[in-house]
């Protein structure tokens, strides 16, 4: 298994892991899951690594039918601006790939912030690791988990 599902199973949570097969001509990772597991695109959320003009980098976890909102982020963060990270700099702090950069499990723990519409579900599905895996758990879990805070992140979600 990930170290994302690592992650959960030795914190003791409930979640369930959901697989599907990743087709590699898809780039849309996140709507890819919702299309094949057969679920709602507001319940999957992306995981995007951020560099902040502080020097840092964060974790903004969004819906996969909206856009992250960099100003919100910067915001919820305490930097002033922040931009989508280096995709070298994400698989190294991250531990994973992109399309498969999981919340759970990071080599390095980043300042992690959900969108606060996560709240409004029961559970939500973040990857778990790599693409093809989906990890359902409670977003009072996710954030428990991540140390996480909840923010308005999202734009264009619907």
Do not use: C, W
Not at 87 to 112: F, I, N, W
Not at 133 to 151: C, D, H, P, S
């Amino acid at each position: 298994m990930t170290p994302a599902v690592n992650q959960a199973k030795k914190a003791g949570v409930t979640y369930q892991i959901h697989e599907y097969s990743h087709d590699a001509q898809q780039s849309s990772y996140g709507e890819e899951a919702a299309e094949k597991l057969g679920i709602a695109t507001a319940r999957v959320f992306k995981t995007l690594v951020v560099q902040l003009d502080s020097g840092g980098l964060a974790v903004g976890i969004v819906p996969v039918s909206g856009m992250l909102n960099l100003k919100q982020l910067a915001k919820a963060a305490g930097a002033k601006k922040a931009a989508m990270a280096d995709a070298k700099d994400v698989e190294r702090a991250t531990g994973y790939v992109l399309g498969g950069v999981s919340p759970l499990g990071q080599k390095k723990r980043l300042p992690t912030f959900i969108d606060a519409s996560a709240e409004g579900f029961d559970t939500i599905f973040v990857s778990a690791g790599r693409r093809g895996l989906e990890i359902e758990l409670a977003a009072g879990v996710l954030a428990r988990l991540t140390n996480g805070r909840f923010a308005s992140l999202a734009q264009g979600a619907g």
